[in-house]
């Protein structure tokens, strides 16, 4: 059986891969650019809005969603880079050259997995900080003023928005090991964010509220809420049940694929 290197060394040599392929490194800039300026563009057009709001639109407004609210188009981005970092291998058969290197396919797929979560989670993080501040400028003396960091579940909800982003991508990179394909995989993803929401709304409205709550764009917008509501009265679970359900979904999609990766030739 081939040495397998240590770890931290496969960490180093991912890390080098994720950096140098053009590919990732666009997708997390596209990232960080869409969570900043679509908030900013939010931000501007509910601001000219908010005069002609009746009481129950003021009401549900949470500043904080309207501030981070790129990160709705941010997750097509981080899901595209989670599943790049695998099917881009597959794509080229480089992943031969890879496995022959590190035979240890666990080992290869938890340094991927490192990589990945570390750069999506401090790109993230900067991006959704940026977009705050952005808000707290776009919103100053208005009815839909921002609240400083240090208030109720403001700094909670920033967080955890880079927290959605990061586990999103680790949802794509799950996707990419169970399918090997990068179209294939990238249009699972868009299809489970664009289409489900579609087809669970022909269901019954009496179905709706129960499955909504589930879907991974509702629960992103959960964690980052500080009231509880989402706007238009959508039912949600709590901040950390959301997160936890979305984790779930994470380990059980790389569960998957970890197991496929293990069992299948290269």
């Known amino acids: 059986m081939a ?9 180093r040599s991912e890390w080098i891969k994720f ?6 490194v666009i997708g997390t800039l596209i990232m960080l650019i869409l969570t ?6 939010i931000g501007l057009a509910v601001k ?3 005069a002609s709001m009746n009481p129950v639109e003021r009401a549900s407004l949470d500043p904080i969603q309207l501030a981070t609210g790129g990160i709705l188009f941010a997750q097509f981005a981080v899901g595209v880079i989670g599943a790049l970092v695998i099917t881009a291998e597959f794509s080229s058969t480089s992943i031969r050259t890879t496995l ?6 666990l080992q290869l797929i938890t ?14 993080e900067i991006a959704c900080f940026i977009a705050y501040f952005d808000g707290a400028l776009i919103f100053h003396g208005t009815i839909a003023a921002l609240p400083s960091l240090s208030q109720g579940k403001t700094l909670q909800a920033v967080l955890l928005g880079g927290v959605y982003l990061t586990l999103m991508g680790l949802f794509g990179f799950g996707l990419g090991l169970i399918l090997r394909q990068s179209a294939g ?35 992103g917008q959960a964690m980052r809420s500080t009231t509880g509501v989402l706007r238009g009265g959508t039912p949600v679970f709590s901040t ?13 999609v790389l569960g998957a694929g970890v197991v496929l990766m293990q069992r299948r030739d290269a």
């Not at 950390?240 to 059980?252: G, K, M, Q, T």
């Open 3 to 11: 040495h397998s290197p240590g770890l931290l060394a496969v960490v």
């Open 19 to 24: 950096r140098s392929v053009r590919s990732t």
């Open 36 to 41: 900043i300026g679509i908030g900013v563009l």
């Open 48 to 50: 000219g809005h908010l």
């Open 100 to 105: 022959a290197a590190v035979p240890n396919r």
């Open 111 to 124: 340094a991927k997995g490192i990589v990945l979560s570390s750069v999506l989670f401090v790109v993230g």
């Open 185 to 219: 995989s990238i249009s699972t993803y868009t299809s489970l964010l664009l289409i489900l929401p579609i087809l669970v709304f022909l269901l019954p409205s009496s179905w709706q509220n129960s499955i909504t709550r589930y879907e991974p764009s509702v629960l």
């Open 240 to 252: 950390w049940e959301s997160a936890a359900i979305l984790a779930a979904y994470c380990v059980v």
